[in-house]
C-alpha cells in the first residue's frame, strides 16, 4: 500500500509538473509583437498568455499589450489579432483550468485578472471600430459583427467576468455609442450616414447590457428603453439650437437650448420625465430620424440576445 501511495504521488507531482511551464512572454517592441501577432503563430501566443495561471495575476504580460491602446495602424492591426482570438476562444476562455491539477474551471479573468484588464484597456478605444468607422484593420470583424450580432457580446463578457476590466470595457461602450448617436445628428436627417451611425450605436449598448445581464454583474449600463430615450436627449440637444421650430419639445427650451433631464426635472416633477423622454423621440421622429431611431432599437435588441426591460 505504501509502495501504491508512493507511486501515486509521483504520478501527480508528474501530472502537476507538466503544462505548467512558464510561457515565453511576446516580444517587447510593438513592431516585433505585430508581426508575431498577425503570424501563424499569433493565436498560439495569445494562447500561452492567456491560459496560463500567472504568478502576477498576468501583470507582466499584461504590459506587453499597452501599444494596442494606440492611436496608429499598427494598433488597430494589434487590437484586431486580440479581438479575433478572444471572440474565437470565448469558450474555451470561460473555463479555464485552475487549481490543484487544473480541477477548478475559471474564467480568465478570474484566473489572470490583471491581464484581462489590461486587454480590456487596450482595446477600449477601439470598440467604437468594430460596428463602424473606416479602419481598413477592422473590417473583417465589422463583417463578423453584421453577420453576427452576438459577436459583440461575446466579446465583452470575456471583460464583464472581471468587475474592473468589465467597468472599463462597458464605459468604453457608452463613450463610442455617444459618438455615434452625436455624429447621427451632425449627419443629414435619414441620411444611410445618419442611420448607420444610431445602428452603430445601438448595437454597442445593445452588447453591453446583454453581457452585462448574462454575467448578472451590477456594472451600470442602460437597459432598451433608458438608451432610448438617453439617445433621443443627444441628438435633439444637437438639433434644438438650430431648429427654429422646435414647438413639439418648446417647453422644454430654454436661451434657445434643450434642457437637460435634470433640469427638466427640477422644473417640472418627476412625474414629467416620461413625456419628456417620448416628446423628445417624437420631436426627432418628425426632424427625419424614424429610421435612425428604429435601427437603433432593432440594433439593442439583436445584440444583446437577452429579454430586453
Known sequence: MIRLLGVLAAAVVTVSACGTSTPELPPDSPSEMLNVLTSDR????????????????GAAAGARFTWIGEDDGAANQGAATMVEYLISNHGELSALDSGFLGLTK??????NPQLIRDYATALAPHLGQLVGGRQGAFDSLR??????????RTLLSVFVADP???????????????????????????SDES??????????????????????????TPSSGRATS????????????ADPNAAIVSKYVEDGRLMS?????????????????????NYIGTKGFEDGNNAFSAAFKDSSGVPLS
Open 42 to 57: 499569433g493565436d498560439d501566443v495569445f494562447n500561452n498568455v492567456t491560459t496560463y495561471e500567472w504568478d502576477d495575476d
Open 106 to 111: 475559471v474564467p480568465a479573468a478570474q484566473l
Open 143 to 152: 463583417t463578423q459583427m453584421a453577420d453576427d450580432p452576438l459577436a459583440l
Open 164 to 190: 474592473e476590466a468589465g467597468r472599463t470595457a462597458v464605459a468604453a461602450t457608452h463613450a463610442a455609442a455617444e459618438q455615434y448617436e452625436e455624429a447621427a445628428a451632425a449627419a443629414p436627417p435619414d
Open 195 to 220: 442611420v448607420a451611425a444610431l445602428r452603430a450605436a445601438g448595437s454597442l449598448l445593445g452588447a453591453a447590457y446583454g453581457a452585462v445581464a448574462l454575467a448578472d454583474s451590477d456594472i451600470p
Open 230 to 241: 438617453e439617445m433621443a436627449v443627444r441628438v435633439a440637444t444637437i438639433l434644438v439650437p
Open 261 to 281: 433631464p435634470a433640469a427638466v426635472e427640477n422644473k417640472f416633477s418627476d412625474t414629467a420625465m416620461r413625456t419628456y423622454y417620448l416628446d423628445l423621440q
